[in-house]
C-alpha cells in the first residue's frame, strides 16, 4: 500500500507555493494525500517564522499531532520544512522532540529522500545546506488552488532590514530565468488558471539572469502577453523599486491587475532609518501620488509594524497621519517581536513595553478599519467585475471573489461557478467585504484536474 502524506501550512503566498511543490515532489516518490493526521505516514509542517507568534503555533502543532495514532497505531513522522526549519536547524529537534525531519527553505528538494530515510532508518535526518540552483521540474508542483497559480519569480533577499528575518532563512537573492517562469506560466493557463501571482520577496527588483536587458517591469509585459491569462498579480514589492517603468505597466497592461501592495512598516522617517528601509516618510508619500497619479482607480494596501525599538508616541503619531494620508484599502499591522539573527535583535533593545504596543495596534487597527469601511462605501451602486475563486466562509449559497483591485466581494450563486468572471452590482459595504448581486456571468474555462 502507498505511504501518504499531509502538508500543513503556516505564513505567506511563498510558503503556499512551497507546500505545492512538496506535494508534488512526495507524489512523484509514490506517495498519496491524505486528509487528516491520523491517516498519514508522513505530516510536513511549512512553517512561517516572521513573528514568534508563527513559531508557537507550530511548536503547539507538533504537540498536537504527536498524540494522534497514524496507520497501524503509530503517530505520523513529523518533518519540519520551511523558515522555522532553516533558521533553527538542528536546534528543532530539541525544541520540539517529536521532530524526525528539518528541511530547510533551500532544500525543500531534498525532502522525499529525507523522509525515505526516516522512514526506513527510524533515525533523525536533516538538510539545511544553500542550494543556490532555484530552477524547479515544469509541472512537478501541485497546484491546490483550481483559479490561481503561484509562480516563485525570485528567492531570498539581499536588503536585511533589520527586523526581518527572510535573508537568515530564505538566503541571498536568486533570480529565476525568464524563459523557466514563462514556461511556468503557460503551463498553469494551459490547466485552466486564469490568475497569475508572481512572488518574490522583493518581487520588482527582478532582472533576468538569461536577458540582462529584462526588468521587472518587462517581465509583466512578457507573462500578460501569454494568450489565456486573464489577471496577473505580484507580491511583494518594496516602495524603493517601483519605477516608472513599473507604474506606466500597471497602468497599460490590461491583466495586470490595478492593485499594489507597498509595505511601508512605519510612519516616521525616524523609525524607518532604525529599521533600514532605505526610504523617507515623504519619499513614500511622493511615491504614492505618483502611483495614484499614474493607474487610473489602483488601490493599495500595505504591512505596518508598532513598537519598534526606540518607538515614541510621535513616531506612532507619524504612522497614523501617514495611514490617513494614503487611505489604504487594506493592511497587515503586527506587534514587533524581536527575530533570532536580525540586525534589531543585535543592536536595539526591545524597549516598548507590551502593553503600550498592544494599545498601538488597536488604535491602528481601529483607524484602518474605518478607512476601509468608508472606502467599500463608496463602491455602493458600482458594478464591479469579480473573479469568482471560492464559496463564502459565511454560506454556502453565497460565493466570493476579488475585484482587480483586490477587494472580496460576496454575492449568491452556485458552486459550479468557480473560476468564472462576474459583473456584480453593489448592494452593501462591510470593513472586510462588499456584498452585491451578479448582472452577468463569463463561464470558467475548462478547470484543472487538482
Same mark, same amino acid.
Given at each position: 500500500?502507498?505511504?501518504?502524506?499531509?502538508?500543513?501550512?503556516?505564513?505567506?503566498?511563498?510558503?503556499?507555493?512551497?507546500?505545492?511543490?512538496?506535494?508534488?515532489?512526495?507524489?512523484?516518490?509514490?506517495?498519496?494525500?491524505?486528509?487528516?493526521?491520523?491517516?498519514?505516514?508522513?505530516?510536513?509542517?511549512?512553517?512561517?517564522?516572521?513573528?514568534?507568534?508563527?513559531?508557537?503555533?507550530?511548536?503547539?502543532?507538533?504537540?498536537?499531532?504527536?498524540?494522534?495514532?497514524?496507520?497501524?497505531?503509530?503517530?505520523?513522522?513529523?518533518?519540519?520544512?520551511?523558515?522555522?526549519?532553516?533558521?533553527?536547524?538542528?536546534?528543532?529537534?530539541?525544541?520540539?522532540?517529536?521532530?524526525?525531519?528539518?528541511?530547510?527553505?533551500?532544500?525543500?528538494?531534498?525532502?522525499?529522500?529525507?523522509?525515505?530515510?526516516?522512514?526506513?532508518?527510524?533515525?533523525?535526518?536533516?538538510?539545511?545546506?544553500?542550494?543556490?540552483?532555484?530552477?524547479?521540474?515544469?509541472?512537478?508542483?501541485?497546484?491546490?488552488?483550481?483559479?490561481?497559480?503561484?509562480?516563485?519569480?525570485?528567492?531570498?533577499?539581499?536588503?536585511?532590514?533589520?527586523?526581518?528575518?527572510?535573508?537568515?532563512?530564505?538566503?541571498?537573492?536568486?533570480?529565476?530565468?525568464?524563459?523557466?517562469?514563462?514556461?511556468?506560466?503557460?503551463?498553469?493557463?494551459?490547466?485552466?488558471?486564469?490568475?497569475?501571482?508572481?512572488?518574490?520577496?522583493?518581487?520588482?527588483?527582478?532582472?533576468?539572469?538569461?536577458?540582462?536587458?529584462?526588468?521587472?517591469?518587462?517581465?509583466?509585459?512578457?507573462?500578460?502577453?501569454?494568450?489565456?491569462?486573464?489577471?496577473?498579480?505580484?507580491?511583494?514589492?518594496?516602495?524603493?523599486?517601483?519605477?516608472?517603468?513599473?507604474?506606466?505597466?500597471?497602468?497599460?497592461?490590461?491583466?495586470?491587475?490595478?492593485?499594489?501592495?507597498?509595505?511601508?512598516?512605519?510612519?516616521?522617517?525616524?523609525?524607518?532609518?532604525?529599521?533600514?528601509?532605505?526610504?523617507?516618510?515623504?519619499?513614500?508619500?511622493?511615491?504614492?501620488?505618483?502611483?495614484?497619479?499614474?493607474?487610473?482607480?489602483?488601490?493599495?494596501?500595505?504591512?505596518?509594524? =508598532?513598537? +519598534? &525599538? $526606540?518607538?515614541?508616541? %510621535?513616531?506612532?503619531?507619524?504612522?497614523?497621519?501617514?495611514? #490617513?494620508?494614503? *487611505?489604504? !484599502?487594506?493592511?497587515?499591522?503586527?506587534?514587533?517581536?524581536?527575530?533570532?539573527?536580525?540586525?534589531?535583535?543585535?543592536?536595539?533593545?526591545?524597549?516598548?513595553?507590551?502593553?503600550?504596543?498592544?494599545?498601538?495596534?488597536?488604535?491602528?487597527?481601529?483607524?484602518?478599519?474605518?478607512?476601509?469601511?468608508?472606502?467599500?462605501?463608496?463602491?455602493?451602486?458600482?458594478?464591479?467585475?469579480?473573479?469568482?475563486?471560492?464559496?463564502?466562509?459565511?454560506?454556502?449559497?453565497?460565493?466570493?471573489?476579488?475585484?482587480?483591485?483586490?477587494?472580496? =466581494?460576496? +454575492? &449568491? $450563486?452556485?458552486?459550479? %461557478?468557480?473560476?468564472?468572471?462576474?459583473?456584480?452590482?453593489? #448592494?452593501?459595504? *462591510?470593513? !472586510?467585504?462588499?456584498?452585491?448581486?451578479?448582472?452577468?456571468?463569463?463561464?470558467?474555462?475548462?478547470?484543472?484536474?487538482?
Amino acid at each position: 500500500m502507498a505511504k501518504r502524506y499531509l502538508i500543513e501550512t503556516f505564513g505567506c503566498q511563498m510558503n503556499f507555493h512551497d507546500s505545492e511543490r512538496m506535494a508534488g515532489l512526495l507524489e512523484a516518490a509514490g506517495y498519496e494525500p491524505a486528509l487528516e493526521p491520523a491517516d498519514a505516514d508522513v505530516v510536513v509542517l511549512n512553517t512561517c517564522t516572521v513573528r514568534e507568534k508563527a513559531d508557537d503555533k507550530v511548536l503547539s502543532r507538533i504537540g498536537e499531532i504527536r498524540s494522534e495514532a497514524g496507520p497501524g497505531g503509530q503517530a505520523p513522522l513529523i518533518a519540519v520544512a520551511g523558515c522555522l526549519a532553516q533558521q533553527d536547524g538542528a536546534a528543532m529537534f530539541r525544541r520540539a522532540r517529536g521532530v524526525d525531519v528539518v528541511v530547510g527553505t533551500m532544500a525543500e528538494r531534498r525532502l522525499p529522500l529525507l523522509v525515505d530515510e526516516a522512514l526506513r532508518t527510524r533515525s533523525r535526518q536533516i538538510d539545511i545546506n544553500p542550494y543556490d540552483d532555484v530552477s524547479f521540474p515544469l509541472g512537478m508542483a501541485r497546484r491546490m488552488d483550481p483559479v490561481k497559480a503561484y509562480v516563485t519569480i525570485i528567492e531570498g533577499c539581499n536588503d536585511y532590514c533589520a527586523f526581518c528575518v527572510v535573508p537568515h532563512t530564505r538566503g541571498h537573492e536568486r533570480m529565476r530565468p525568464k524563459g523557466e517562469i514563462l514556461e511556468e506560466v503557460q503551463e498553469a493557463v494551459q490547466s485552466g488558471r486564469t490568475e497569475i501571482h508572481l512572488l518574490g520577496q522583493i518581487v520588482n527588483h527582478y532582472q533576468a539572469p538569461d536577458d540582462p536587458g529584462c526588468d521587472f517591469a518587462d517581465l509583466l509585459a512578457a507573462v500578460d502577453a501569454i494568450p489565456g491569462i486573464r489577471r496577473v498579480r505580484f507580491a511583494s514589492p518594496h516602495p524603493r523599486h517601483v519605477t516608472a517603468r513599473l507604474i506606466d505597466a500597471m497602468r497599460e497592461l490590461p491583466h495586470v491587475c490595478k492593485h499594489l501592495h507597498l509595505p511601508v512598516q512605519s510612519g516616521s522617517t525616524r523609525v524607518l532609518s532604525a529599521m533600514r528601509r532605505r526610504h523617507t516618510r515623504d519619499e513614500y508619500l511622493e511615491l504614492v501620488r505618483a502611483v495614484k497619479a499614474g493607474v487610473a482607480g489602483i488601490q493599495l494596501s500595505t504591512d505596518m509594524i =508598532v513598537g +519598534f &525599538p $526606540g518607538e515614541a508616541d %510621535e513616531d506612532f503619531a507619524d504612522t497614523l497621519s501617514l495611514v #490617513e494620508a494614503v *487611505g489604504f !484599502h487594506s493592511m497587515f499591522s503586527f506587534k514587533y517581536s524581536e527575530r533570532p539573527g536580525t540586525l534589531a535583535a543585535k543592536r536595539l533593545p526591545d524597549d516598548v513595553p507590551e502593553g503600550e504596543k498592544d494599545r498601538r495596534l488597536a488604535a491602528l487597527q481601529d483607524l484602518q478599519k474605518g478607512i476601509q469601511t468608508r472606502l467599500h462605501e463608496e463602491a455602493v451602486g458600482s458594478t464591479v467585475e469579480v473573479l469568482i475563486d471560492s464559496v463564502s466562509r459565511r454560506r454556502e449559497t453565497e460565493l466570493s471573489g476579488r475585484t482587480t483591485g483586490n477587494t472580496v =466581494v460576496n +454575492f &449568491p $450563486g452556485n458552486q459550479r %461557478e468557480l473560476g468564472s468572471f462576474a459583473m456584480v452590482e453593489i #448592494e452593501r459595504a *462591510g470593513a !472586510h467585504s462588499l456584498w452585491g448581486r451578479p448582472r452577468s456571468l463569463t463561464a470558467p474555462r475548462p478547470g484543472p484536474t487538482l
